[in-house]
């Protein structure tokens, strides 16, 4: 079945740094990839997607890459914000199976 | 902004013990689906419902759990009995298409003593 490994957290960094969240998958076909948030005391949220190889998916200052030839799926922000301190998810879909998958989240803690 | 209502946002119970949690999807949305989240992991998929009927329930431990959606609306996710390995985030969400789609609620926290 599909599986998603994230780095382990949690990712400490201070304000205005830059950001890397690693994420590898197995999964056969054609998955689409997806990253998810999850503030304190919250549901998760989608963050962005990708559903092609070579495809990036962005939101608020975050991006993504969908990597085939490495299966990965690394998140990137160029300047944190305290504000951005939450859990994050990465997750994996098979269009035909038609369910997620997700990864073990990696805390980021970000400081002023 | 419309959102996905769950309650209790926490349960403590002790084992062998009966609980239910309650979610409430945003209008019109037909698919639902119970999640686990064990702390430290990523949500497992329990149950996922299209309107009343039951899509899948493959990772649903059926000797304790059981979920209903009986008009299509709201939907109910018991266990019975709680075991200590129970204790978890136990969060619904809700969908008009695809798993990508969907909204989820802000979890039931589940303590098991």
């Known amino acids: 079945g599909n599986s998603v490994t994230q780095m382990e957290g949690p990712v400490t960094l201070s304000e205005e740094a830059f950001l890397t969240i690693n994420c590898t998958y197995t999964?056969?076909?054609?998955?689409?990839l997806f990253w998810y948030v999850q503030y304190p005391g919250e549901g998760l949220q989608l963050l962005l997607k990708?559903?092609?190889?070579?495809d990036k998916g962005s939101n608020k200052g975050f991006e993504a890459t969908y990597r085939k030839e490495t299966t990965s799926f690394h998140l990137e922000k160029g300047s944190v914000q305290v504000s951005d301190s939450a859990v994050y998810f990465c997750?994996?879909?098979?269009?035909?199976?038609?369910?997620?998958?997700f990864g073990t989240g990696t805390r980021l803690l970000v400081s002023p | 902004e419309a959102e996905v209502a769950q309650s209790p946002r926490y349960k403590i119970t002790e084992k062998s013990q009966a609980v239910a949690f309650w979610c409430d999807p945003i209008?019109?949305?037909?698919?639902l689906y119970w999640y686990r989240q064990i702390l430290g992991q990523g949500p497992e998929l329990l149950v996922q419902?299209?309107?009343?009927?039951?899509?899948?329930d493959s990772q649903l431990p059926k000797d304790r759990f059981s979920a209903e959606r009986l008009k299509g609306v709201d939907s109910t996710l018991k266990i019975q009995p709680a075991e200590l390995g129970d204790s978890a985030m136990y969060l619904c969400?809700?969908?008009?298409?695809?798993?990508?789609?969907?909204?989820f609620g802000p979890g039931t926290r589940l303590l098991v003593l």
């Open positions: 997750a994996v879909m098979n269009t035909g199976f038609q369910k997620l998958v």
């Open positions: 990708a559903t092609k190889a070579d």
């Open positions: 209008s019109g949305h037909a698919t």
């Open positions: 969400a809700t969908a008009t298409g695809g798993p990508e789609t969907q909204y």
């Open positions: 419902f299209q309107d009343e009927s039951v899509v899948d």
């Open positions: 999964a056969t076909g054609y998955p689409s």
